[in-house]
């Protein structure tokens, strides 16, 4: 299932996540995904809950930086996206 890749998707809250490392895809994947908490999730992945704290912050901080950037570029909006579509988990890996 690791790493995700960019094309499978256009959107782009499925290509910020492809931008990062496998390990932190799997780290976002098991907190926003499966309701893990970090430390948890740090734990399955086998590093300490210190580590996967910074490692979540630094993931959440390149998501942000990528939707901001994807967005301000964005295309045009085609007559069949549905802009509603993943919303909610933009907003939840934004702002968890």
Avoid: C, F, K, Y
């Avoid at 630094?58 to 295309?75: G, H, I, K, N, V």
């Amino acid at each position: 299932m690791w790493p995700i890749a960019p094309e499978s998707s256009d959107d782009a809250a499925i290509a910020a996540l492809a931008s990062l490392s496998a390990r932190d895809q799997e780290l976002v994947t098991l907190v926003v995904w499966e309701g893990l908490s970090i430390a948890e999730a740090g734990s399955i992945i086998g590093i300490r809950p210190e580590a996967a704290r910074a490692r979540h912050s630094r993931a959440r901080r390149s998501l942000r930086e990528r939707l901001s950037r994807d967005d301000r570029s964005q295309e045009p909006v085609r007559e069949d996206h549905d802009p509603g579509a993943m919303r909610g988990l933009s907003i939840q890996i934004v702002n968890r």
